[in-house]
C-alpha cells in the first residue's frame, strides 16, 4: 500500500496535463455520446490499428462527459490502471519467485516481488503510458497480459500436481488474456511470448499434457508472430514513412539502447510526447548502428554462454527484446514512443530482483542500498517529470525548445500562442521549424493559417515553389488534412487573401501525391473540396466529390451529406432511390450497430421526401452507376 501511495504522489502533478496529438482522433465522437447505440458505434469506430482496439474504447465510456473538457478526470484513471498493473506485477513477481529453484528467493519472495513492482512502476521511462490520456490503450493491454500471466503461472504450478486441471488454467488464461489484451492493442499478442519466458525461470512439469499444451498455446502463436514479422520484412517502402525497412531495423538498434539510457539516467525533460523530429539512419554503416548491433551481439552472446549458470541474463534480455517484436522492428511505425517499454521493461525488473537475492552475502547489502537508491531516483526524477506534464504551457515551451525539428512540437506550443491571440508569436514558431525541417507539408500549410490569422499577406508563401513540391511530393501528416479545414474556414470566412481557387489547387496537388493515397486521407480531401463549392452552378461538383468520398469509405454521415447535396441540387428522385437502396442493402462495411443505428435515420430521411414525383421503382444502378452497395 505504501508503493501505490508513493507512486500516486509522484504521479499526481501529472494529472492537470493536456491532450495530445493522437488523443483527439482517437477520441473523436466520445463527447457525443448519449444513447447505448451512440456508445456501441463510438465503441466500434476504432482506426488505431487492425482491430480497432474496442476495449480500450469501452474503457472511456465512463467519462465520456469529461471530454474534452477535463482531461484531468481521464488521466486520473489512467494513473490508477498503471497502480493496478504495478499491483498485478507483484502478484506476478510472488506467484514466480514462491516457487523457484533457489530457497532464498523462495523465502523472501513477498519482498522481492514488491521491490520489482516498486522499480518498475517508478519507471520514468514509463511515464507516457499514464499521462497521455489514449495511451490507456497501451496500460489496458498490460493489464490483460499481466492477469493472463499470473493465470498461466498457477496452472503450471497446479499441472505439476494435476495435469489435466493445470493445463486447462494455463490454456484458458492464455487464450482470454490474449483476446482481451489484443482488443487493447495488438501487441497483446505477445503474451504468449511472455509465457514461454517465464518458463526460463519457473520449475517446468514434465507431463506430455502439458508439454502438448505449452506447444499449442506458446509455440503456436510465437511462431505466427514469427511468420507475420518476416512476411512484412517484403513490404514496398511505406508512402507515409521517409525510411525503409532496413534503415527502421537499423535504427531500432539504437533506439533501444537509447531507452536504457534513459532508465540508467534518468532527466526529467527526457521523457516528453514528442519525438516525431528524430531521423532514421540512412545507413548500417553509420558508427551509431555498429556500436549498438556489437553490443546487443555481445549482450546475446553474454547471455547464451552463461545459460547454464544463470538463466536470468537471457530471461532479461529475451524478454525485452521479444516486448519490441512488434513495435521496434519491421512493421512501418514511427521510430521512438517511450510507452513501448511499458512491457517490456517488467522481464528486467524481475530478473534483477531475482538475482540480487542470490548474491554472495558479502555483496547483498551493498546491492540492496544501490537498488534502493536507484528506485528513490526513479521516483523523484518521476515526480519532476509529472510535475512538467501537469504545467502544459510551461512544459510546450520546453519541450519546443529541447526538440526544434519536431513538427509536433512545434504545433503544440504555436496553439497555446494562438489561444492567447499572439499569432505573430505562433507564426514565429511555425516558421523557425519549417525553415530548420523544410519538408513538412503541414508547416506549410499552417504558416499560411498563422499569416492570415495575423492578418498578414500570404501571396509570397503561396508562390514559393517548396510549397508546391511539398504539396505534391511532402511527407504525409494527418495534421495537413486538418490543416486544410482549418484554411476552409478562414476562407469562408474572408478573413484571409487565400482564394478558393487556391486551396482547391492546393488539395487537388496534395490528392495526386503518393503519401496522401491512403482512403481516409482521400475522403477528408474530398469532403473539404465539397464544403468549398458555394456556387449554384458548382452543386454537381459537390455531389461528385461526396460519392467519390462514400465509393471510398461508405460511412453512414457521409451518405445523409450526399442525400442532402442532392436534394440542394434539386435532384430529388436520385436521392430518393440513393437512401430506399442503402435502406434494402447497407454497405456490407456497415456493422449491425451501425445498421441498426443508421437505417432508421435513412427511413426518416426517405420519409421526408415526394415519393409521389419519382419513379422510385428506377435501379439505384441507373441513378448511381457508381455509388457503394
Not at 551 to 574: F, K, M, S, T, W
Request: net charge neutral; with cysteine.
Amino acid at each position: 500500500m505504501l508503493t501505490l501511495l508513493v507512486l500516486y504522489w509522484a504521479y499526481a502533478p501529472g494529472i492537470t496535463g493536456s491532450p495530445h496529438f493522437d488523443d483527439w482522433p482517437n477520441l473523436n465522437g466520445l463527447d457525443k455520446v448519449e444513447t447505448p447505440l451512440d456508445a456501441a458505434g463510438f465503441v466500434l469506430s476504432g482506426r488505431a490499428g487492425p482491430v480497432g482496439r474496442p476495449l480500450a474504447l469501452a474503457s472511456f465510456l465512463p467519462q465520456s462527459s469529461a471530454w474534452p473538457a477535463d482531461v484531468g478526470a481521464l488521466i486520473q484513471v489512467n494513473v490508477f490502471i498503471h497502480l493496478i498493473n504495478v499491483s498485478l506485477l507483484a502478484w506476478l513477481s510472488w506467484a514466480v519467485m514462491s516457487v523457484h529453484a533457489a530457497p532464498i528467493v523462495r523465502q523472501r519472495a513477498v519482498w522481492l516481488a514488491l521491490g520489482v513492482a516498486a522499480l518498475w512502476g517508478s519507471l520514468p521511462l514509463l511515464a507516457s503510458t499514464s499521462l497521455m490520456v489514449i495511451q490507456r490503450m497501451t496500460s489496458l493491454a498490460a493489464t490483460f497480459t499481466l492477469l493472463g500471466l499470473i493465470g498461466f503461472v498457477y496452472g503450471t504450478n497446479l499441472a505439476r500436481r494435476e495435469p489435466l486441471s493445470g493445463v486447462l488454467l494455463c490454456l484458458c488464461s492464455l487464450g482470454a488474456g490474449t483476446v482481451l489484451a489484443v482488443l487493447c492493442k495488438e501487441n497483446g499478442a505477445l503474451l504468449p511470448l511472455y509465457a514461454g519466458l517465464l518458463l526460463m525461470v519457473l520449475p517446468r512439469p514434465q507431463h506430455r499434457t502439458y508439454k502438448a499444451a505449452c506447444a499449442i498455446g506458446i509455440g503456436a502463436p510465437v511462431a505466427a508472430i514469427a511468420a507475420y514479422l518476416l512476411y512484412r520484412v517484403t513490404d514496398p517502402p511505406s508512402v507515409i514513412r521517409d525510411y525503409d525497412t532496413s534503415q527502421r531495423v537499423a535504427s531500432q538498434l539504437v533506439i533501444l539502447w537509447e531507452y536504457w539510457r534513459h532508465v540508467l539516467l534518468p532527466s526529467p525533460n527526457a521523457f516528453h510526447p514528442f519525438h516525431d523530429g528524430r531521423q532514421a539512419v540512412s545507413s548500417w554503416a553509420n558508427t551509431a548502428v555498429i556500436v549498438a548491433g556489437l553490443l546487443w551481439a555481445a549482450a546475446i552472446a553474454v547471455a547464451i554462454l552463461t545459460r547454464k549458470r544463470s538463466v536470468l541474463p537471457a530471461f532479461a534480455i529475451g524478454w525485452y527484446l521479444g516486448g519490441h517484436a512488434l513495435e521496434s522492428t519491421v512493421l512501418p511505425l514511427e521510430l521512438y514512443f517511450e510507452h513501448r517499454n511499458y512491457v517490456p521493461m517488467m522481464g528486467p525488473c524481475l530478473a534483477l530482483f531475482i538475482g540480487l537475492a542470490q548474491l554472495p552475502r558479502a555483496w547483498q547489502r551493498l546491492a540492496w542500498f544501490a537498488v534502493a537508491a536507484f528506485t528513490a531516483l526513479q521516483v523523484l526524477v518521476l515526480y519532476a517529470v509529472a510535475d512538467l506534464w501537469g504545467r502544459p504551457r510551461v512544459a510546450a515551451e520546453i519541450w519546443y525548445e529541447a526538440n526544434p525539428r519536431s513538427t509536433r512540437a512545434a504545433q503544440h506550443l504555436a496553439r497555446f500562442y494562438a489561444a492567447e491571440g499572439d499569432h505573430a508569436g505562433a507564426y514565429k514558431i511555425i516558421d523557425r521549424t519549417f525553415q530548420q525541417t523544410n519538408r513538412n507539408t503541414a508547416l506549410a500549410l499552417q504558416r499560411i493559417q498563422m499569416r492570415c490569422a495575423a492578418g498578414r499577406d500570404i501571396r509570397d508563401l503561396l508562390a514559393d515553389d517548396r510549397m508546391a513540391k511539398l504539396l505534391s511530393e511532402g511527407q504525409f501528416s494527418s495534421a495537413v488534412l486538418s490543416g486544410l479545414d482549418s484554411l476552409h474556414e478562414l476562407v469562408a470566412d474572408a478573413r484571409c487573401s487565400l482564394t478558393t481557387d487556391d486551396l482547391i489547387e492546393m488539395i487537388e496537388r496534395l490528392r495526386a501525391n503518393p503519401a496522401y493515397s491512403w482512403p481516409t486521407s482521400q475522403v477528408s480531401m474530398l469532403l473539404t473540396l465539397s464544403r468549398l463549392y458555394r456556387h449554384p452552378e458548382d452543386s454537381g461538383r459537390i455531389v461528385d466529390a461526396i460519392n467519390q468520398a462514400y465509393l471510398i469509405d461508405p460511412q453512414p454521415e457521409i451518405g445523409l451529406d450526399l442525400v442532402v447535396a442532392l436534394r440542394n441540387a434539386e435532384r430529388d428522385c436520385e436521392a430518393l432511390v440513393f437512401l430506399q437502396n442503402t435502406i434494402d442493402h447497407p454497405p456490407e462495411s456497415w456493422n449491425l450497430v451501425t445498421r441498426k443505428r443508421m437505417i432508421p435515420v435513412y427511413e426518416k430521411f426517405r420519409a421526408s421526401m415526394p415519393i409521389d414525383e419519382c419513379a422510385v421503382d428506377v435501379p439505384a444502378s441507373s441513378v448511381f452507376p457508381t455509388t457503394a452497395r
